[in-house]
């Protein structure tokens, strides 16, 4: 496709539920990220893919959130035991190098009840 | 670790008037500084960038900022705005020697042009 598309864009949910976001990069763009847009938090970083290296997960908010990267492309973002407080806008965005320009996807609205 | 500063929350200006964004920033290294638009339900837009060279940066939509090294700042300008720049404007920063050039934002600015 022409850019970063996520899926879905409105997920709605009960506390303590699992849930899966899902980004797709732009087309041999290495590098993806996850970010988290919140009320109270502002835009936060989450974690970093780089083709094949270990993921930088040091803006994990807590061991309920995990990200993998399957074939150096698709994303899913990971949610387990949802809490209020994970009510967000969760942006995912790619790059076709390490400092590179960052391209967004629309997000995914989560709302948890 | 960085910081981003971005002093005023929201700005309502009159449609055609100028405006400038502020944009602070707080490193221990040397930075990457962008400038961000995200319109109602739509996902971030990159304005402009500020990497090295000269630092006054020109990007999209008659958009420019400035890098002021000593004051440690990045404030976006427009000289006439439009209804159509009504939108949320985020300053970042990102680390030059670092492996994962994540984003590091500010909490941004709501820009509305009143007509």
């Known amino acids: 496709g022409a850019g970063v598309s996520q899926s879905p864009s409105n997920k709605v949910t009960e506390k303590g539920k699992d849930v899966e976001l899902r980004c797709d990069p732009i087309?041999?763009?290495?590098?993806l990220y996850w970010y988290r847009q919140s009320l109270g938090q502002g835009l936060e970083f989450l974690i970093y893919?780089?083709?094949?290296?270990?993921?930088?997960k040091s803006g994990l908010p807590s061991d309920r959130f995990s990200a993998e990267r399957t074939g150096g492309s698709v994303s899913t973002l990971t949610i387990q035991r949802t809490q209020q407080e994970d009510s967000a806008v969760y942006l995912c965005a790619s790059s076709s190098r390490v400092g590179g320009e960052q391209f967004f996807g629309p997000g995914t609205r989560l709302t948890v009840l | 670790a960085q910081s981003v500063t971005q002093l005023d929350s929201q700005v309502p200006v009159f449609e055609e008037a100028p405006v400038e964004l502020r944009c602070n920033y707080s490193s221990s290294v040397s930075v990457y500084l962008f400038w961000y638009v995200q319109y109602p339900n739509q996902g971030l837009q990159l304005l402009l960038k500020?990497?090295?060279?000269?630092?006054l940066v020109k990007g999209i939509n008659g958009f420019e900022a400035e890098f002021n090294k000593s004051q440690t700042s990045f404030h976006l300008r427009k000289p006439s705005v439009h209804i159509s720049d009504t939108a949320e404007y985020f300053c970042a920063v990102s680390d030059r020697r670092g492996s994962a050039r994540q984003l590091t934002f500010g909490s941004g600015t709501q820009l509305t042009v009143l007509p």
């Open positions: 500020y990497l090295s060279g000269s630092t």
């Open positions: 893919f780089q083709g094949n290296s270990a993921p930088d």
């Open positions: 087309s041999g763009h290495t590098a």
